[in-house]
């Protein structure tokens, strides 16, 4: 029976000590969503990208994607971004979908114009880069290095 206390004791400190872990690293990792004004983008393809997912400038996060839904007429993807009350966007600002890397996962990139007048809440980017579908790109980089011609 004392053996049984001991171990429970042991295994409550384990777990403690994980949880601690745990809500340390989320803390400090950035991965809250960010409140702010909300902006909106138009893209042909944002394959990868999520809700939640940081949208960046100079590679800071800036703020978040909040919602993404379909418009019917064009059958383009409409991004909702949450951008942080510090961060004016001027109105020739451009967005583009990036990749982490090879493994990662996807973000938007901001890249501010040079524009006098500023975004306000509701606008939208109309400046915008689709997501690059790395499989494909990779399967077009095999097939030429294959030589094959198709002919």
């Known amino acids: ?4 206390v001991v171990e429970t004791l042991i295994g ?6 994980a949880i601690t872990f745990i809500f340390f690293a989320y803390s400090r990792a950035g991965v809250e969503a960010v409140a ?3 902006v909106k983008a138009r893209f042909t ?4 990208l999520k809700v939640g997912d940081d949208v960046r400038i100079s590679g800071i996060k800036v703020g978040s994607v909040m919602a993404q839904t ?8 409409i991004i909702s971004m949450s951008i942080d009350h ?3 966007l001027p109105t020739d600002t451009d967005a ?5 890397g090879l493994l990662g996962g996807k973000y938007i990139a901001v890249n501010p114009g040079g524009a006098e ?15 690059v579908n790395l499989e494909t790109l990779l399967g077009k980089a095999i097939f030429a290095l294959s030589g094959a011609d198709g002919g």
């Open 1 to 4: 029976m004392q053996r049984n």
């Open 12 to 17: 409550a400190a384990v777990l403690g000590v």
């Open 36 to 38: 702010g004004y909300e």
């Open 45 to 48: 393809s944002v394959e990868g």
């Open 70 to 77: 379909l418009d019917p007429e064009y059958f383009q993807a």
């Open 86 to 88: 510090g961060v004016e």
């Open 96 to 100: 583009a979908i990036a990749s982490e």
């Open 117 to 131: 007048e500023m975004l306000a809440a509701g606008d939208e980017i109309t400046l915008t880069q689709p997501s």
